[in-house]
């Protein structure tokens, strides 16, 4: 191009940009939106709560009851409202822990709390699946940070250790997730509550996938050590529960920092109220009818009966990974499910490690037996 033809402003910018999705594209792993279409083996919306009439009826009588929908302004400012200091002491009560506090999604709560609480002297030994919104509030914050294998406790206390050895001298913080949001496995808790104990850490449990799902009345792994002063508990309000936000559940004092110092709260316009009302209608759903978690496990051993013979990996959970591999592959399998009408999701890398591409199948309450039936003879066709 000579000096006469000049690109216009911001060609080369956007050619940049092109570049980069071309070679996502070349890698298979470049992703887009999809329209929400076929049968739901994809969502996290386990209890079928999100679009069920129970919902529905608990958001309509909030909004008779005249609750806003929009809060206008941040929680310290004028966008507290009533429905969220309601939730929050009901949320405590029902969890067991001394105070919680309502974030407007599960990142933000990850990024809120790991930003705010450990200091400069401390160090966040996390599990190497952890969270990405975890990874994110951890390069926010002061703490130095330590990856270990996956749910191996002695290589959570060994970097501690280690840790000391070198001059260490503040506080350990322990992270993990209950239930792995893509293998479905559980985190050794017991081990971990007990090397937090031995080393004065605190134990930060991301119950994402286990709110509502597993547990004492969908109360989570982490339930019968709720309340402890050394254990954080997150409890995602958008999975099992059906609605959106999540809840930081700990000691007052751990609240009351996080309302002080976590950014992502202080200066962030409050989470709806209507909402905050549709979680405490939740909550008290499960409480009166526990059956649907019984339901729910029913599938998934039916589920279990039909897909592992074709390669689906057993877990304690609803979710059942089919481990592909390869990237191209994983999405063309993905593809030709969809086309018989099962919302089946490929997930790549990054989400999860290079060579582990994988189907993600989440059981909910939105099938039945006779579609997980439908869809193990799909797949194994696709297989």
């Known amino acids: 191009m000579s000096l006469s033809d000049p690109q216009p402003p911001g060609a080369a910018f956007q050619a940049k940009l092109q570049d980069d999705l071309d070679a996502l594209t070349r890698r298979h ?49 004028r966008g507290n409202h009533e429905e969220h200091e309601a939730l929050e002491a009901e949320a405590a009560h029902w969890f067991g822990s001394e105070a919680a506090l309502y974030f407007s999604t599960g990142f933000a709560a990850n990024g809120g709390l790991f930003a705010a609480l450990p200091g400069a002297d401390d160090l966040v030994v996390h599990d190497e699946l952890i969270h990405a919104s975890v990874h994110d509030g951890m390069r926010l914050g002061r703490a130095a940070r330590a990856s270990v294998e996956h749910n ?45 104990d031995r080393e004065d850490a605190v134990l930060i449990v991301d119950e994402a996938h286990a709110t509502g799902v597993v547990g004492p009345g969908g109360r989570g792994l982490a339930a019968q050590w709720e309340g402890r002063d050394n254990l954080i508990t997150l409890r995602t309000c958008g999975k099992a529960l059906g609605a959106e936000g999540a809840l930081v559940c700990a000691s007052r004092a751990v609240c009351d920092v996080l ?11 409050a989470p709806s109220p209507l909402m905050a009302a549709a979680v405490r209608g939740a909550l008290a759903l499960l409480e009166r009818e526990p059956e649907r978690i019984a339901r729910l496990d029913a599938l998934v051993r039916h589920a279990h009966d039909r897909l592992l013979p074709l390669g689906a990996v057993a877990s304690e959970s609803p979710i059942m990974p089919v481990i592909v591999g390869e990237d191209s592959r994983t999405m063309e399998i993905a593809a030709r499910l969809q086309a018989q009408g099962f919302d089946v999701r490929g997930i790549r890398p990054p989400t999860v490690p290079v060579g582990t591409a994988r189907l993600r ?23």
């Not at 309302?259 to 316009?269: H, P």
């Not at 199948?361 to 297989?383: G, P, Q, W, Y």
């Open 29 to 77: 792993r470049r992703r887009a939106l999809a329209a929400r279409t076929g049968r739901d083996f994809a969502s996290n919306d386990y209890l079928g709560l999100a679009g069920s009439p129970e919902m529905r009826a608990i958001v309509a009588d909030a909004l008779a009851r005249g609750v806003p929908i929009g809060s206008g302004g941040s929680r310290l400012l």
């Open 152 to 196: 191996d406790a002695d290589a959570v206390a060994e970097t501690i250790a280690q840790w000391r050895r070198k001059g260490g001298c503040g506080r350990p913080w322990i992270a993990v997730e209950s239930l792995y949001s893509m293998d479905g496995d559980r985190a050794p808790l017991a081990d971990l509550v007990a090397i937090a």
């Open 259 to 269: 309302i002080n110092r976590a950014r992502g709260f202080i200066f962030s316009t």
């Open 361 to 383: 199948l989440s059981i909910t309450l939105n099938v039945d037996a006779a579609t997980i039936d439908a869809l193990a003879a799909a797949l194994k066709e696709a297989l």
